[in-house]
């Protein structure tokens, strides 16, 4: 693991910056075949797209999630404000879930107004593996709930300022998601607000996710 350079958990960026290690996300709705990248990724089927799943679709997805460069599946989960229904969100849901399961691989969570759905489904499921939400913007309360069960919370440049306060720095990721800064500027504008040196923040992220990477519920 490049623990020298800067995290970026979670970015839709083609490639990193230099000083950065980039956990590049692909939604294969979009992208079919990963073949011939380099770095880390996590594949998933995105709720966006979740009409558009397939067998061949699902097909892909394991072929992908066996590779030595796959740290997750994600990003999965629920999302509101598309027209897909959430019955058919919550059937791709758990089939991916069921995979990460099998394969033991921790996931990435998308959740846009649907907790309560998405905390159903992970009991429902039995999952036994890491779980972060990324882009998280909740308020205090609901980080509370989630760090509760188990959960870590990747936040991007858009959070809630008093819930990256109070996030212990044990659950913490940082992330670029679509935005095109380099994670050097999240990392030293949360060390800042966090009043820590921007070198523990990068060494706790790097922590974290070594642990993500091998935590086992």
């Excluded at 099998?102 to 309560?116: E, F, G, N």
């Excluded at 109070?166 to 607000?193: K, N, W």
Aim: net charge neutral; glycine share 8%; proline share 3%.
């Amino acid at each position: 693991m490049m623990t020298d350079t800067f995290l970026d958990f979670h970015t839709h960026k083609a490639a990193p910056f230099p000083g950065e290690t980039t956990v590049q996300s692909i939604d294969l709705a979009a992208v079919r075949d990963i073949g011939g990248r380099d770095g880390l990724y996590s594949v998933g089927i995105h709720p966006w797209h979740v009409g558009e799943a397939d067998g061949e679709m699902f097909s892909a997805l394991r072929k992908q999630a066996v590779s030595a460069r796959c740290v997750a599946i994600g990003e999965i989960g629920f999302d509101r404000c598309v027209a897909t229904g959430m019955a058919g969100q919550e059937n791709v849901l758990r089939r991916q879930l069921e995979l990460a399961r099998d394969l033991q691989l921790p996931v990435v969570i998308h959740c846009v107004r649907a907790w309560s759905e998405l905390l159903a489904v992970l009991k429902d499921v039995d999952l036994q593996v890491a779980c972060a939400i990324h882009g998280f913007r909740g308020k205090p309360a609901l980080a509370e709930q989630l760090l509760s069960k188990g959960f870590y919370l990747s936040f991007g440049f858009r959070h809630c300022r008093e819930t990256l306060l109070s996030c212990p720095s044990s659950r913490l990721f940082l992330e670029t998601d679509a935005d095109s800064r380099g994670i050097v500027d999240l990392y030293r504008e949360v060390a800042l607000l966090r009043g820590t040196d921007i070198g523990e923040l990068k060494d706790a992220c790097w922590r974290n996710f070594l642990k993500f990477r091998g935590d086992r519920r």
